[in-house]
């Protein structure tokens, strides 16, 4: 049960309630409705990595599910599990993940990929081999999307897990 009520949307803005409409009324945008400014906000930035990069959809899910496992957040690894399968990851590399970088059935990039993730959630930063790693794989366009997809998710993570989001299937 989530730690605070979700967002009264009858006593939301219309542009609140038209952003939770667009969004499906998920319990993650009930909750951020309760700042309209940051709903909106928060939205666009995720609009733009999930739909707007250059990052392959399929690594981009890896790591985004990957990043929910480790900040411990059910909420976001079974959404994300979903997606990973819709944009075309196989199941077994899904399940995989618990496991993590090594697990035999990914690929050297997916590898690299996932093992900057795991450097980018535990660590200060990636180590340099990591980094290079991950490098020899992506342009820099994809690398600095990939970060800011790990930081979104990150924070989308810890958010739903501090006000104890109720999952939704």
Do not use: W
Request: proline fraction near 2%; include cysteine; aromatic fraction near 6%.
């Amino acid at each position: 049960m989530a730690r605070i009520d979700y967002v009264d949307t009858s006593a939301a803005s219309d542009r609140t309630r038209d952003m939770l409409a667009k969004n499906g009324h998920k319990n993650i945008f009930m909750m951020l409705g309760h700042s309209e400014s940051h709903l909106v906000n928060y939205c666009r930035l995720g609009g733009a990595i999930r739909h707007k990069g250059a990052l392959d959809p399929g690594l981009r899910e890896l790591a985004i599910t990957r990043t929910g496992i480790l900040c411990g957040s059910e909420y976001e690894v079974i959404a994300h599990r979903r997606i990973s399968a819709d944009v075309g990851v196989v199941q077994d590399k899904i399940d995989a993940l618990e496991e993590g970088p090594e697990a035999a059935v990914f690929t050297d990039v997916e590898r690299a990929v996932l093992r900057f993730t795991d450097e980018v959630v535990n660590l200060q930063r990636p180590t340099d081999q990591t980094f290079a790693a991950v490098a020899q794989h992506l342009t820099s366009e994809c690398l600095v999307e990939l970060h800011l997809a790990i930081g979104y998710y990150i924070m989308t993570s810890k958010f739903l897990c501090t006000f104890d989001i109720d999952l939704q299937t």
